[in-house]
């Protein structure tokens, strides 16, 4: 009940303050149009609106890039399902059984599907979340020192490793990349200039900031370069057409299922909303009784996918602010938003401001809900705005980055490391490296390795220290069976796990 | 050889290159730190360690098995379709890399000929502008001979270029030149368009951290940039 009334406190606080409605809205509306448009996700707005979130407050700040999480799951379902050209990750499985049914003239009903379980799975995603993240945060408090959230930190990187990536190996340089560039600047013990290669600029380390523009905002233009999408679509005829109750009754197991998935897949780190999704698909596809219809336009796909990648924003946001551990890309930029207001995420986020905290989950909640009001009335509305061509949007997403890694310190030489990170970001990706790795392990290479010394400090440098404690023993032990797992599936196990074919 | 190819040989060999780097580098910060018995290098000497493993994992892996992801899922999740972009457009031939990192240097030799020519030549300071004009004028000509050959090559280097003028020619005299080229590259070819598109984005730049927002975006140091950068700011805000 405590968290009813608080969450009540947070709405009204959200809802009376005008500037926190506008940014709500634009965060609505902006999530759902990066994720829809091809070629831009989510994640690219976020890069470029971080710099600016300074000039926010923090509860501003961390509202709008929740808010962003929520409808940007969602928005690239509609050009996914319309068009077989899912605008973010999270949405590529959508398309499997999505765009078959528009070639068989029900379009209007899988986006309608899309919008229901997207609102559907973040919405219940976002309460469950609700109810867990304090209680989760109170027993960290007393729960958690230095040894637990290094190793929490070494788990959350193998878990990171072992799913973000082409390969096993990929997955960890990426990882390893990431830590290595943390370790550039003065060193968090004994204040000792690591790696300035004698330039005064390196001293500080390589700002978070402009990296993360580098590598989202800037690549994802330099892989659309390659790929030379125009963004001219023609445009099918569309009335949303919301499945009926019966039908969502019907397919009540896919929708929990996807749910416990979606929600799983959420909280652990590094797996996030795109995984979901696939998972979502694919264990629908498992349970099936005819599996041979999916891929053909069935509409279990769609639930099943959006399901799934909704209710994984809800419980990626426990482990960011109840442990203070960011699982994927978008929170541990969330993580740059409370490092620019000179706050750590983490359970004494919970004591020191609990009016952020209600605010952002109220936002949450809302913007899950605001999917469904949205999705029927303003989809019509977005696919017109799909004609922009991309070559009109890059030079617009470019000059923003540009102003956003300048303005964090008034620094030419910022807009040369973000660039230069997007170069780096490109050619990564196109040879199967994860850019969300490197800017995780960018993240948590500073919390992890002053963890360490901190631990080992407390610990008089007895590694047998970690047996005493247990939740530690048990992180670490977790981290270790990961990594073995892992290994044990990359070199001596086929993989059985084949998408069907029409995958493509 | 199993499946391995000159690429993925050239992949482990900068991973090592790199661990090697960074471990003779890693000397220099060689200190002990009174309270801290492990000092300032263990921790990136054992991130470098891991480097070294997983490089060569990561050859072995290719090895037995070719450009293949670990499992179906994971695959098809972490794949954005960059790959298949890079092998249809051609562009993984040996005459592509080299053609795009030729033109990756030349915003760095913008950042360091003209200083390296007035110490080899024996001019005085004051000609530094006048040098940094020449090599610019130089180094785009340059540019432009060889991007029409490789676009790509071109959108990656056009950034970056447009980065390392920033410092010397200001944001406002570059930005509607880099606009305008970054259209060109992603293949719009209609004058008229170019031209109101670019003057439109630049219009809500200027409008909204100029005029709005009070940024103070580079102006530039040479004349007569530096003078064009303040006009306009003068007259937005």
């Known amino acids: 009940m405590q968290s009813f009334s608080n969450f009540l406190d947070g709405t009204i606080a959200l809802f009376s303050d005008p500037l926190g409605i506008l940014i709500f809205l634009g965060g609505v509306i902006g999530g759902m149009l990066f994720g829809a448009i091809p070629g831009v996700s989510m994640l690219t707005l976020a890069a470029i609106l971080l710099p600016f979130t300074a000039h926010l407050s923090a509860e501003h700040g961390i509202m709008l890039f929740s808010v962003i999480y929520c409808t940007g799951v969602y928005g690239g379902a509609i050009t996914a399902i319309l068009f077989n050209i899912p605008g973010a990750p999270e949405n590529a499985p959508t398309a499997f059984d999505g765009y078959p049914m528009t070639q068989k003239g029900l379009a209007g009903k899988a986006v309608g599907a899309a919008v229901m379980c997207s609102a559907l799975g973040g919405t219940i995603s976002a309460v469950i979340m609700m109810a867990a993240t304090a209680p989760i945060a109170d027993w960290a408090i007393s729960a958690f020192g230095p040894p637990e959230i290094f190793a929490l930190v070494f788990f959350g990187l193998t878990v990171a490793a072992s799913v973000g990536a082409k390969t096993l190996w990929k997955g960890w340089l990426s990882i390893l990349a990431g830590l290595m560039i943390a370790v550039v600047g003065l060193d968090p013990v004994g204040g000792i200039e690591r790696y300035d290669f004698n330039m005064p600029y390196l001293l500080a380390g390589i700002h978070f900031i402009p990296t993360i523009l580098g590598f989202f905002a800037v690549s994802e233009i330099f892989v659309q370069a390659e790929k030379k999408v125009t963004g001219v679509y023609k445009a099918p005829k569309l009335s949303v057409d919301f499945p009926s109750l019966a039908e969502l009754i019907a397919h009540k197991f896919a929708v929990i299922r996807s749910i416990v998935i979606g929600f799983f897949c959420g909280i652990l780190p590094g797996i996030g909303a795109t995984l979901a999704a696939f998972m979502g698909y694919n264990e629908a596809v498992r349970w099936s009784k005819q599996r041979d219809e999916f891929g053909k336009g069935k509409l279990e796909g769609v639930i099943s996918s959006e399901t799934a990648n909704n209710a994984a924003t809800g419980a990626a946001m426990i482990p960011l602010l109840a442990l203070g551990l960011p699982g994927g890309a978008l929170t541990a930029m969330m993580v740059g938003v409370f490092q620019m207001h000179d706050m750590e995420p983490g359970p004494l986020v919970f004591l020191n401001s609990p009016e952020l905290v209600w605010v952002v989950f109220a936002a949450m909640f809302f913007a899950n809900l605001s999917i469904l009001l949205i999705g029927f009335l303003e989809t019509k509305t977005i696919i017109n705005l799909l004609r922009i061509p991309f070559q009109f949007l890059a030079p617009l997403i470019l000059l923003l980055a540009t102003v956003g890694a300048y303005a964090v310190r008034g620094l030419v030489i910022d807009v040369v490391v973000m660039f230069v990170a997007g170069v780096v970001g490109f050619f990564l990706r196109r040879s199967g490296y994860s850019v969300a790795g490197i800017v995780l392990g960018l993240i948590l290479g500073k919390i992890g390795e002053q963890t360490f010394a901190q631990a080992m400090q407390m610990l008089h440098f007895e590694w047998s220290g970690f047996i005493g404690r247990p939740i530690a023993l048990s992180l670490l032990i977790a981290g270790i069976l990961t990594i073995l797992g892992s290994i044990y599936g990359a070199f001596f196990k086929r993989s059985h796990t084949e998408m069907p074919e029409h995958q493509g | ?237």
């Open chain 2, 1 to 237: 050889m199993g499946k391995l190819r000159i690429g993925h040989f050239v992949e482990a060999g900068l991973w090592l290159a790199l661990a090697a780097i960074l471990y003779i580098y890693s000397f220099e910060f060689e200190q002990s730190i009174e309270i801290y018995k492990y000092g300032a290098t263990a921790w990136p000497r054992t991130i470098i360690l891991l480097i070294v493993i997983a490089a060569v994992g990561q050859l072995l892996y290719h090895w037995e098995r070719g450009d293949e992801a670990t499992s179906g899922t994971i695959g098809a999740a972490t794949d954005d379709g960059s790959h298949n972009a890079a092998i249809e457009s051609g562009h993984s031939s040996f005459r592509w890399y080299l053609s795009t990192f030729t033109l990756l240097i030349i915003p760095f030799a913008y950042m360091r000929l003209p200083e390296w020519a007035m110490q080899a030549f024996g001019f005085d300071e004051g000609g530094l502008p006048t040098a940094k004009l020449i090599c610019a004028v130089v180094l785009i000509v340059l540019y432009i001979f060889m991007t029409r050959r490789n676009h790509v090559g071109g959108m990656l280097a056009l950034p970056v270029f447009f980065a390392a003028l920033l410092e010397d020619m200001g944001f406002y005299a570059t930005a509607p030149f880099f606009v305008i080229g970054v259209m060109l590259l992603m293949g719009e070819r209609r004058p008229q368009w170019m031209i109101l598109i670019g003057a439109l984005i630049m219009g809500i730049m200027l409008f909204l951290f100029v005029s709005l927002l009070y940024v103070g975006l580079p102006t530039g140091n040479i004349h007569p940039f530096y003078d064009f950068g303040n006009w306009v700011v003068k007259l937005l805000q």
